[in-house]
């Protein structure tokens, strides 16, 4: 059956209706994703910003405490309470320990004496690139001596 002129008309611009909708949907759609995006871009300027002032020189360190749970070369990750946390130990780090069990007293020690379990509070810095680097470590007690920590 052979369409009339206004059902053709009214085809076409039902055609052209429903290809705007779309249009603006997909505008839309895109718009918010930006919106969405720029929010988050912010909050990680912030993020930087905030790890560019810790690694001032006016910030000596920051401190972390925990149990010995990895050592991969010269960097050694603790955990306290589920988390961990990896932190690269330079040569040169000065390392001290207060294991009453070694002596007592204060006394100084090798990055190859730290070992897995022992309970470390380690003053790191954290580099421009992000990076956590140890500044000083102190073992406050040894693969499972002294207090407990999760």
């Keep these: ?3 009339s002129e206004k059902e053709i008309n009214i085809l076409i611009l039902l055609i052209v ?7 603006i949907g997909g ?19 912030k993020i ?17 405490f925990g149990k010995v749970s990895a050592i ?7 955990s306290y309470v589920g988390k961990m946390l990896t ?20 006394q100084n020690l090798k990055f190859s004496e730290i ?8 003053g790191f810095k954290i580099n421009e690139n992000g990076k956590l680097t140890a500044q000083t470590i102190l073992v406050l007690s040894s693969g499972g001596s002294g207090f407990p920590i999760q």
């Design 1 to 3: 059956m052979p369409r």
């Design 87 to 106: 932190i690269n130990v330079e040569e040169g780090v000065k390392i001290t320990s207060f294991i009453p069990s070694k002596g007592g007293g204060q």
């Design 17 to 23: 209706v429903i290809l705007v909708v779309f249009l």
């Design 72 to 78: 991969n070369g010269r960097d050694i990750t603790i």
């Design 115 to 122: 070992k897995l379990g022992d309970n470390l509070n380690i």
């Design 48 to 64: 930087f910003a905030e790890i560019k002032n810790l690694s001032s020189d006016i910030v000596a360190s920051v401190s972390a």
């Design 27 to 45: 505008g839309l759609g895109i718009l918010y994703q930006a919106k969405k995006d720029s929010a988050k871009i912010q909050e990680a300027e």
